[in-house]
């Protein structure tokens, strides 16, 4: 196998095995979600295995002396010539170095997206349990513990009722 073939697989490999796939699994929520992310993980670990097994390998030498007792030598020459002469073109990547900076950029945007998002979830679990103490509250508030908890509100009905707004 050429070098830089090897090279691809071992990158594929390694960055298989950094890949938190469990971790990414918990952010999932809805079950399509769940599925879609199941296909990625198993397509994944296709190619890594595919990658692994049919590049990874050298191939097995020739045995020319084997053929030249069976055939000949005249014909297994020229086989043997015709065999050293294809030049296999060696791969070279020109799309990673395209691609990487826009992945490593897009990896930033989504940590960011997920910290605003965890202070998102913050706040929301706040307010849930805001309302349900409110629920449970409200047969019983009184206007001014209300307003108590939300000045806001006292403040724009006292301007209403001050300018003489009643809402018609």
Do not use: C
Request: charged share 40%.
């Amino acid at each position: 196998m050429s070098g830089a073939a090897k090279k691809v697989t071992d990158v594929a490999f390694k960055s298989g095995r950094n890949i938190d796939w469990e971790g990414m699994a918990k952010l999932l929520v809805t079950d399509d979600a769940r599925r879609e992310f199941a296909t990625l993980r198993r397509a994944f670990d296709d190619v890594n295995t595919q990658l692994q097994t049919k590049f990874s390998q050298e191939p097995e030498p020739i045995d020319w002396e084997y053929y030249k007792k069976g055939i000949g030598s005249r014909l297994v020459d020229m086989y043997k010539q015709a065999y050293d002469e294809v030049k296999i073109p060696k791969y070279v990547d020109n799309v990673t170095p395209q691609y990487k900076p826009k992945f490593d950029s897009l990896l930033v945007e989504l940590k960011e997206a997920e910290q605003q998002s965890l202070k998102e979830s913050e706040r929301l679990e706040k307010e849930i349990v805001d309302v349900q103490e409110l629920k449970k509250k409200l047969s019983t508030m009184t206007a001014d513990e209300y307003f108590a908890k939300h000045p806001e509100l006292k403040k724009k009905f006292d301007d209403e009722i001050r300018n003489d707004y009643w809402g018609y």
